[in-house]
């Protein structure tokens, strides 16, 4: 019995070595793969990270790029906008500049007509004037004749002035006409 129990004892410790050897050795095996599970974790988590970080900067890359496009192409209609206004306003310039020359030279013509125009009139003016004036020199000498010396010396007075006066009014209109 003694030896039973020894066998038995023997046994015991046998079997609680091999559980604690099977124990730590699951418990190795456990650990292992625990740290190979963290270590796959960690390794997948890395990929991810990567991978969404590359598909980020791809993101950006491709927001940057139609960015970019309509940028450009937003540049070039306001280059064209700007050329057509810078054409449109040549051309008003250019229809401005026409459209003042001939005013101009319309309102010469209606001077120079105006002009012509007075200076006949004046002319007129002045002929009609100096053969009226004429007319009233030859009356008053027929007159004066008739009267005598006395009377003369009044249309001295009064014929001299307005020839005087004629003569002035003819040579101003001379240097206008000139």
Not at 6 to 28: I, M, P, S, T, V
Not at 153 to 158: G, H, P, Q, W
Request: proline share 1%; hydrophobic share 35%; net charge negative.
């Amino acid at each position: 019995m003694i030896r039973t129990l020894k066998n038995l004892e023997h046994q015991a410790k046998l079997e609680g070595e091999r559980a604690k050897q099977a124990h730590d050795f699951e418990y190795e095996v456990e650990n292992r793969l625990t740290a190979r599970l963290k270590a796959m974790i960690s390794d997948l988590r890395k990929s991810w990270e990567e991978e969404e970080t590359s598909r980020i900067r791809q993101t950006e890359e491709k927001l940057r790029s139609n960015y970019n496009i309509v940028l450009e192409h937003m540049e070039a209609q306001l280059r064209m906008a700007l050329q057509l206004q810078e054409d449109a306003d040549e051309k008003w310039l250019e229809e401005l500049d026409h459209r003042n020359k001939k005013q101009l030279e319309s309102i010469r013509m209606f001077e120079e007509k105006c002009r012509k125009l007075y200076e006949t009139r004046l002319i007129d003016y002045a002929e009609k004037t100096s053969s009226q004036i004429a007319s009233y020199e030859d009356k008053l000498l027929e007159v004066n004749y008739c009267l005598g010396k006395s009377l003369w010396i009044i249309s001295l007075f009064v014929i001299l002035p307005l020839r005087l006066v004629a003569s002035l009014h003819q040579k101003k209109i001379n240097l206008k006409a000139d």
